[in-house]
């Protein structure tokens, strides 16, 4: 199985501040890597695929970057609706596999 | 808009089967493009993926619960299923299925809302 390593695991941030999260990958798996936000209660809504592909939708603010084992999650200024759950995933192989989350608060 | 919808008892015995039913509409389940997919989530943890298919019937299981997983898709009805044996209370959790395809990069762009299945006597 490609293990997924999220860091930090916790990460506390003001509004309009710039944030960064990283996922690293066991082995390498090109650009097969999609990031997702959940909100308490809510289902996980796919942010980027593709490592770096925005989706419909998701403000420009977020971006995604990597290739092969490390990749970044970068939000460059916070939003109050920002604050949530971040996860990566890597669709390279199966079983596909969620790195552990990332939990985004407010300082 | 693609909705997916989950269904299935909320409460299950120690020992039986979890049954969960994901109704698709607003689009085919029978696309060549797409797969289908089980995604569980215990409460205030993380994601873990569980299988998908494709509407050919091929599947893809996680390797820690292939031996107790079934996955089925019903083309009539545009519903896909999830069948998870010998369940403990381990297998607590949400719940989702998703679909992923070639227009969201293979990911999971769309989700049912989930649904809570407890393992309780």
């Known amino acids: 199985d490609i293990q997924m390593t999220q860091s930090p695991s916790s990460v506390s941030a003001s509004v309009g501040d710039r944030v960064t999260i990283t996922c690293r990958a066991s082995?390498?798996?090109?650009?097969?890597l999609a990031w997702y936000q959940q909100k308490p209660g809510n289902t996980p809504k796919l942010l980027i695929s593709?490592?770096?592909s925005l989706q419909s939708g998701v403000p420009s603010r977020f971006s995604g970057s990597g290739s092969g084992t490390d990749f970044t999650l970068t939000i460059s200024s916070l939003q109050p609706e920002d604050f949530a759950t971040y996860y990566c995933q890597q669709i390279k192989s199966f079983p596909i596999t969620f790195g552990q989350g990332t939990r985004l608060e407010i300082k | 808009q693609l909705h997916l919808q989950e269904s299935g008892p909320g409460l299950v015995k120690p020992s039986e089967t979890l049954s969960l039913t994901c109704t698709v509409s607003?689009?085919?389940?029978?696309?060549?493009?797409?797969?289908w997919g089980w995604i569980r989530q215990p409460q205030g943890k993380g994601l873990e993926w569980i299988g998908s298919?494709?509407?050919?019937?091929?599947?893809f299981y996680n390797p820690s619960l292939r031996s107790r997983v079934t996955i089925s898709v019903d083309t009539s009805k545009n519903q896909f299923s999830l069948k998870l044996s010998s369940v403990t209370a381990a297998d607590t959790a949400v719940y989702y299925c998703?679909?992923?395809?070639?227009?969201?990069?293979?990911?999971?762009?769309?989700w049912g809302q989930g649904t809570l299945v407890t393992v309780s006597s």
């Open positions: 593709a490592a770096s």
């Open positions: 607003g689009g085919s389940i029978s696309s060549s493009n797409y797969y």
């Open positions: 998703a679909r992923r395809g070639n227009t969201s990069g293979f990911a999971y762009a769309y």
């Open positions: 298919l494709h509407y050919t019937g091929n599947t």
């Open positions: 082995q390498g798996i090109s650009t097969w």
